[in-house]
């Protein structure tokens, strides 16, 4: 009796085409000097080359053209995701919900226990017609704000706000992407097409019970984390060093000026009587200049004692009656996010220094040692997560803060030490 021996049939080629295509995209979307828009349009690309180049023929006789690829952007569901982000991100550009967050901000002072209750049930109810990302980011620096004011555990405050977020998109269909795909796909395959709040009620019996969890229990099984940049960052102060007659720069160059310094001397601008001058290296330096300098008040010091000049704060000299001013002047911490201008670029690449007028004293990458006022600093090419520990004038700071192109904590009165944030 024989008996017949059967083999599985072989892969598809196309199959196993695709499944390695999918494995190089992973691979391509771990390279962070690579973007990940060009990551996706190459896979895309080779995606859409390939099926053209090798036409794919169904069994039933079918064939799969590479324009078919595209059909998906044109679906309702991936459209209503977009047109969600859309109308997200115009309330974090407009500021829509900031008296939303300035509400809440203020009810902590009040009761903390109560305020973290509110906030959770306004960011679940927000998230259930907006994304939950512009919820996040509007939460986000009020809430490290508070939790570097009170000392609070910023995981305690931070992961229940998260997930309370998530929570209260699961109770629409346009709560999350994930909602929205889901009913449009049951649509697409001949059900009832769902309500926006049809499963509403179970939606809120699963979220009020989480939402007790994340207020009552989470906040005291959480690791304790505190936010901060273990470092001392002194402060930067502004002064203006007079050239006196017969003194060492009197007569000689900037670049003669800046070498006696042994290369620390940083001009912003040098004023001659009722002129400003570019502070070129070749400028010759005469008695009665007025180098305006930024640094630390034993450096301005030092300056003043190396060039044989005189240091003034305004139109004060320097001196025990006088003492150097930060007048105006503000230290706050920034957080580069996915998205960000400076995500994958250095703060000399962009200009920081110039389009925002402020300077970078410290740089904290988590898993490194912070680095402090440090020449390198400006060419480290930044992360998301990174953190950076900015000075400058408040108007400058509350700019930044307005531009959302980065993540800007809540530090208006605050000021750095070696343990953290406190209270000035």
């Known amino acids: 009796m024989e008996v017949a021996i059967t083999f599985p049939p072989l892969p598809d080629p196309h199959a196993i085409a695709v499944l390695l295509l999918i494995a190089f995209a992973l691979v391509l979307f771990t390279r962070e000097q690579i973007p990940l828009e060009t990551s996706s349009l190459g896979v895309l690309a080779i995606l859409v080359a390939g099926f053209a180049v090798f036409p794919y023929t169904a069994s039933d006789g079918d064939h799969l053209e590479s324009i078919d690829f595209f059909n998906g952007f044109g679906h309702e569901a991936l459209i209503a995701v977009c047109a969600l982000m859309v109308a997200g991100q115009g309330l974090v550009r407009t500021g829509a919900l900031e008296p939303v967050g300035r509400a809440l901000a203020k009810l902590w002072s009040i009761s903390p226990s109560l305020s973290l209750l509110l906030t959770l049930l306004v960011g679940g109810f927000l998230s259930a017609f907006v994304n939950n990302v512009p919820i996040v980011v509007l939460l986000l620096p009020i809430l490290v704000g508070i939790s570097m004011r009170t000392g609070q555990s910023a995981s305690g405050i931070l992961m229940p706000m998260g997930m309370a977020t998530l929570v209260g998109g699961m109770s629409t269909t346009i709560g999350t992407s994930t909602n929205l795909l889901v009913v449009s796909v049951a649509a697409d395959l001949g059900m009832k097409r769902l309500g926006m709040f049809d499963f509403l009620l179970p939606a ?135 998205g960000s201008p400076l995500e994958g670029r250095s703060l000399s690449r962009t200009r920081f220094a110039d389009a925002y007028q402020l300077v970078s004293l410290a740089l904290h990458r988590s898993g490194t040692n912070s680095r402090t006022m440090r020449k390198d600093v400006g060419d480290i090419r930044l992360k998301v997560g990174d953190v950076l520990l900015v000075q400058g004038p408040k108007e400058r700071v509350h700019e930044l803060k307005a531009s959302r192109e980065v993540l800007v904590l809540d530090a208006d009165g605050n000021q750095f030490s070696t343990t953290g944030w406190k209270s000035a």
Do not use: M
């Open 204 to 338: 809120a019996i699963a979220g009020g019970v989480a939402v007790l969890y994340l207020w009552l229990v989470a906040p005291r099984i959480l690791p304790k984390r505190k936010i901060r940049i273990e470092d001392n960052s002194p402060r930067l102060f502004v002064g203006h060093i007079h050239i006196e007659e017969d003194s060492f720069c009197d007569g000689r160059t900037l670049q003669e000026a800046v070498e006696k310094t042994g290369g620390q001397l940083r001009v912003a601008k040098i004023q001659r009587g009722e002129r400003v001058l570019v502070p070129l290296s070749d400028v010759v330096l005469k008695a009665g200049d007025r180098l305006s300098v930024q640094d630390t008040p034993e450096n301005l010091k030092e300056f003043e004692t190396v060039l044989e000049g005189r240091l003034y704060s305004g139109d004060d000299p320097v001196d025990e009656e006088h003492p150097l001013s930060d007048a105006d002047q503000q230290i706050a911490e920034i957080v580069v996010t996915q």
